[in-house]
């Protein structure tokens, strides 16, 4: 059964580093999305990615947030100059053509660490 | 705007017993509405979603969900629970812009004791 992947499982980095979070969708799938959850909380949207561009991003992605899908497989997201607050589970999901009705599969996500 | 409450942090079930985790959401428009389980250290796992139609789902593992419109709510069930369900689970609806983002409700830890 098809899956998201999402690497790498664990990220530890220094406080004001940069970090590139790796995430495969499904094949076939169309729209993107990255969340995070912070440590024994909900989880949150940062932003959705639909036709080579951003649909739409939260007040918590910011300047320092940015995505790409650089290839015809991988979709990234990019922390430019990390910050404690940032250490979080970091989600990838992805949805196919039908867009609305279609279930949003989630990747096992990336853990970071901001020391 | 779209939300979605979990009224119980805290669930506990003794195996054999049914269980239910409530939800509640706030939408306009039509509501799409799911459910996802979390295991520890795990990803989210997609149980049910119901977006038109019979107002009972069914769903993966023995799971159900009752949707009722006039009470606006989506509750999650099981006729028997397994100690193997103890879990974190969340309601998330669907918002109905473009971006098609889910929005989470703050999730519900289920235990189930032998």
């Known amino acids: 059964e098809p899956e998201v992947t999402q690497t790498p499982s664990h990220q530890v980095t220094q406080m004001g580093q940069e970090v590139i979070l790796r995430c495969v969708p499904i094949s076939n799938h169309l729209y993107f999305y990255w969340y995070r959850q912070i440590l024994g909380q909900k989880v949150e949207f940062l932003v959705s990615?639909?036709?080579?561009?951003?649909?739409?991003k939260s007040e918590i992605f910011d300047d320092q947030f940015s995505v790409e899908r650089p290839d015809g497989s991988n979709f990234t997201l990019k922390i430019r100059s990390t910050k404690l607050e940032d250490s979080a589970m970091y989600f990838c999901a992805s949805v196919g053509a039908s867009g609305y009705t279609d279930t949003q599969y989630f990747g096992p996500g990336t853990r970071l660490t901001v020391l | 705007a779209q939300s979605v409450a979990q009224p119980e942090d805290q669930v506990n079930v003794a195996e054999g017993n049914p269980l239910t985790v409530k939800c509640t959401y706030s939408v306009s428009g039509n509501p799409y509405l799911f459910w996802y389980v979390q295991y520890p250290n795990r990803g989210l796992q997609f149980l049910l979603k119901y977006i038109t139609g019979d107002n009972l789902v069914k769903g993966s593992y023995g799971f159900e969900a009752e949707f009722n419109k006039s009470q606006t709510s989506f509750h999650l069930k099981k006729p028997s629970a397994l100690v193997s369900d103890s879990a974190l689970y969340f309601c998330a609806v669907r918002d109905s812009n473009q971006g098609g983002k889910l929005i989470f409700g703050q999730g519900t830890e289920l235990s189930v004791k032998p």
């Open positions: 990615f639909y036709n080579n561009e951003i649909s739409e």
